[in-house]
């Protein structure tokens, strides 16, 4: 079945390092893929997206391309910052493919902490 | 605040007690999904409405476990006769018709704790 493995955490950093967390996928169809974060104390929040292959979804200065040769969506960015420290999910959405309807495939989660 | 609520936020129960959550998502749409999450995982999708049709179930969601969304706007999920493992946060989200690729807006959790 579908699934998405991504980095095992946590991650720590300084201020201003680059950042890069890993995420694949195993998939039928053409999934779509996000990335979801959720800060301290709060729900998940979108933050990026990516519909099709070498699409490249950006937010906040986050990045992710969607590379179906060879299955990832990894999450980059050049310079974080104290307030990135969150946890960090990518998932794929599920194609009308067998009856699921666009229901989240999420991975375990990636913690960041950055410190100052 | 028109996103997606969750009540209780956080709920304690003795093991056998039943609980019901509610969730009110976004009011303009129509497909409302559940996922539990636990300590050090993802997210787990449990069921999905579109509208008051409950339209799947995952494996996860034993006969304990029941959803309904009665006139396709707020949903319950209720657990019967719960478990210690049962704790986890419940998590509702909601989106819109349509684009299978529109954004899911997530509700803050229940947190079920089972003593």
């Known amino acids: 079945g579908n699934s998405v493995t991504q980095m095992e955490g946590p991650v720590t950093l300084s201020e201003e390092a680059f950042l890069t967390i890993n995420c694949t996928y195993t998939?039928?169809?053409?999934?779509?893929l996000f990335w979801y974060v959720q800060y301290p104390g709060e729900g998940l929040q979108l933050l990026l997206k990516?519909?099709?292959?070498?699409d490249k979804g950006s937010n906040k200065g986050f990045e992710a391309t969607y590379r179906k040769e060879t299955t990832s969506f990894h999450l980059e960015k050049g310079s974080v910052q104290v307030s990135d420290s969150a946890v960090y999910f990518c998932?794929?959405?599920?194609?009308?493919?067998?009856?699921?309807?666009?229901?989240?495939?999420f991975g375990k989660g990636t913690k960041l902490s950055v410190k100052p | 605040d028109t996103g997606v609520s969750q009540d209780p936020r956080h709920k304690i129960t003795k093991r056998g007690q039943n609980v019901t959550f509610r969730c009110d998502p976004i009011?303009?749409?129509?497909?409302l999904y559940w996922y539990r999450q636990t300590l050090g995982q993802g997210p787990e999708f449990l069921t999905y409405?579109?509208?008051?049709?409950?339209?799947?179930k995952s494996r996860l969601l034993s006969d304990r476990f029941s959803a309904e969304r009665p006139k396709g706007s707020f949903s319950t999920l209720e657990i019967q006769r719960t478990e210690q493992g049962d704790s986890a946060m419940y998590l509702c989200?909601?989106?819109?018709?349509?684009?299978?690729?529109?954004?899911?807006?997530f509700g803050q959790g229940t947190r079920l704790t089972v003593v």
């Open positions: 998932a794929l959405s599920n194609v009308n493919y067998g009856g699921s309807q666009g229901n989240l495939i």
């Open positions: 009011s303009e749409h129509n497909r």
């Open positions: 989200a909601s989106r819109s018709q349509g684009q299978m690729n529109t954004e899911a807006f």
């Open positions: 990516a519909t099709k292959a070498d």
């Open positions: 409405f579109q509208n008051e049709a409950q339209l799947e």
């Open positions: 998939a039928t169809g053409y999934p779509s």
